[in-house]
């Protein structure tokens, strides 16, 4: 019985990794992996099979950059074949990146079982590109395991069979639970010059706030006023990057000389850098999650979350990109403390229930 998993860009891999593992108490089951090469580069890939212990993919389709239709289609123009001769028991898909999708509808065309790792999540937000992925590839998904109620309920909304869905908990947290104390022995505050509580960590990288000049710009004047406070590391996505390489852009970053902008950085030096952090401002996903189980202050620079359980449990507050919402939120964040709480099943063992469904179901 072979079970096909895929990866194809970064958040993808912290949750595969628990799978990959846990698929070990299930002997008549072969896992095999798939990445579809959305992400290439040694930060942004090779590095994260290395520090998670994720095995070498069985196949790399090598896909690579492009717009998100073309890199649909490439992508499943080249997992087709794969399918078909592997004729897996099912295919099974994480996140909500366009490998989800991609590979997702590739298995409901040939009319292998789907299964959706993190399934449900909303941010009722179609200009999203990730929303658009997660709709579709919940809508032809056979099984569904959920992080938080609010999937399970948006599902039901959406009239899909609660036979299908499962409340599972989160395998990111698995891989984070399971990384915690091994990434203590990173130097990276070391080397950064950095105090324990004394700075913050600001990533983006989603195309509403990098691609239009004038977000990016409104967020900038807020990320002045905090480094003005304490410095703020900024670990750059290569998108975000290309954004800050137009002359007035870079100016403006270099004149903020508490900014410290750095490579994307590796599963284990991020864990230290938010785990030891005063507040996180993040546009991503994952981080809002991650912030949640360190008990680390996280400002949401967006609008909306298909991750409500964060901001509900208090460490997550969502401030949008007007500056003056973000620098006050700031303010307040650094002179309460947090206390929040963790969410139902983020204990580590997400992993071990999917398996025991999948075994039972398949
Ligand atoms: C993708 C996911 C997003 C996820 C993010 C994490 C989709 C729709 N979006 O967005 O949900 O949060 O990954 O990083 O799938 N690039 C490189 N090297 C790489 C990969 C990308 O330089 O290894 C550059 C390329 O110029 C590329 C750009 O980054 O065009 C964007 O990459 P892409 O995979 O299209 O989307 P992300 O913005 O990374």
Not at 12 to 23: D, G, H, R, S
């Given at each position: ?24 108490a ?32 069985d ?48 298995a409901?065309k ?26 579709l ?111 007035t ?62 901001v ?51």
């Open positions: 019985m072979k079970i096909i998993n895929v990866v194809g860009a970064r958040p993808n891999f912290m949750k595969i990794a628990p799978l990959m593992a846990a698929y070990a299930w002997p008549q089951v072969t896992p095999m992996l798939v990445h579809t090469g959305q992400h290439y580069d040694q930060q942004m890939s090779q590095l994260f099979f290395r520090q998670l212990g994720i095995p070498e993919p196949l790399n389709l090598g896909i690579g950059s492009g717009t998100a239709v073309a890199q649909t289609a490439e992508i499943m123009r080249a997992f087709e074949p794969v399918v078909r001769d592997q004729a897996p028991v099912a295919v099974l898909v994480v996140g909500d990146v366009n490998s989800t999708l991609a590979c997702g509808l590739v409901v040939l009319g292998v079982p789907l299964v959706h790792v993190e399934a449900g999540l909303r941010s009722f937000d179609r200009t999203m590109p990730e929303e658009v992925n997660r709709v590839t919940d809508a032809v998904s056979d099984l569904l395991f959920c992080t938080e109620q609010s999937g399970v309920d948006n599902l039901a909304h959406e009239g899909v069979s609660d036979q299908k869905v499962f409340l599972v908990g989160n395998v990111m947290v698995d891989t984070l639970l399971k990384n915690r104390q091994k990434a203590e022995a990173s130097t990276i505050l070391e080397d950064l010059s950095l105090c324990p509580q004394g700075y913050a960590v600001l990533t983006l990288h989603r195309p509403s706030n990098v691609d239009d000049p004038l977000v990016l710009g409104r967020l900038l004047d807020a990320i002045d006023v905090v480094q003005r406070d304490r410095p703020v590391v900024f670990p750059v996505h290569p998108r975000t990057r290309r954004q800050l390489s137009d002359s852009m870079s100016r403006r970053i270099a004149a903020q000389t508490n900014l410290k902008l750095i490579d994307p950085a590796g599963y284990l030096d991020f864990l230290k850098l938010i785990a030891h952090a005063s507040c996180v401002l993040t546009d991503s996903g994952g981080i809002q999650e991650e912030t949640t189980i360190l008990k680390v202050p996280c400002l949401t620079l967006r609008d909306n979350t298909e991750r409500p359980v964060t509900d449990i208090g460490s997550n507050r969502l401030v949008g990109t007007d500056p003056g919402r973000i620098v006050a939120a700031y303010r307040d964040v650094l002179a309460g403390s947090c206390e929040a709480g963790v969410p139902p099943l983020w204990d580590g063992h997400a992993a071990e229930r999917i398996v025991g469904i999948l075994r039972a179901q398949l």
